[in-house]
């Protein structure tokens, strides 16, 4: 990540008019200063435009990976430049709902554009009853499925597979599966009574 590899960057304080007037018509002052104008330009044009350096919508595409670093944006360098752009924009907001059923999926949705239904088989449950029957034993799986946003769009398995891995808790496995569409709604099970 160079910003030294600008042909013809001018410099905005040229050092040779900085110079006492003895020197303003010395030829070989001029040229050494105009040397050094040419070493320092990169350096004052990038202090001068620092903070856009920090902003996600205005930093180089080069500086992005180095800027996802300090947020700790994973950020993958064969997204386009504008997905990482996004990524990073929203990093503390994504950070906030991290390890949540929410994080994921707007995780997934922000860098695949698919939409996601999460089952966590953790195995919490809880009752205000005294004495209720126990739950059934956790899956142990956590089942991430997903369907493209945009009809027709594919969706990269195995990077899919990477992002959830690195959200899974550690004590789970997990699963995706892709699907052509959003998943069918379970249709609700009416209880059935038996006379004796």
Known sequence: MSRAAVPGLPSRYPIGELL????????????????LDTVLAPV??????????????????DFLPWLATWVGAGIDPDWPPELQRAVLARAVELH????????????LRLCFG???DVRDG??????????????????????VRVWPAAPGATVDENRLLDVVTASCP????????????PPEAAP????????D
Not at 24 to 34: N, P, S, W
Not at 170 to 181: A, K, N, S
Not at 188 to 195: A, C, H, L, S, Y
């Open 170 to 181: 550690v004590h789970l496995t997990c699963r995706v599966e892709i699907l052509p569409g």
């Open 122 to 143: 953790g195995g919490v449950a809880w009752s205000s009853e005294p004495g209720t029957a126990l739950p059934p034993p956790p899956t142990g799986e956590l089942l």
């Open 20 to 35: 006492p007037a003895l020197y303003a018509d010395d030829d070989l002052a001029q040229r050494f200063t105009a040397g």
């Open 96 to 107: 906030r709902w991290r390890g949540t059923r929410r994080g994921l999926v707007e995780h």
């Open 114 to 116: 698919v939409h996601a």
């Open 44 to 61: 004052l044009s990038t202090l001068d435009n620092l903070p856009a350096y920090f902003d996600p919508a205005l930093a180089p595409a």
């Open 188 to 195: 609700e099970v009416t209880p059935v009574e038996t006379g």
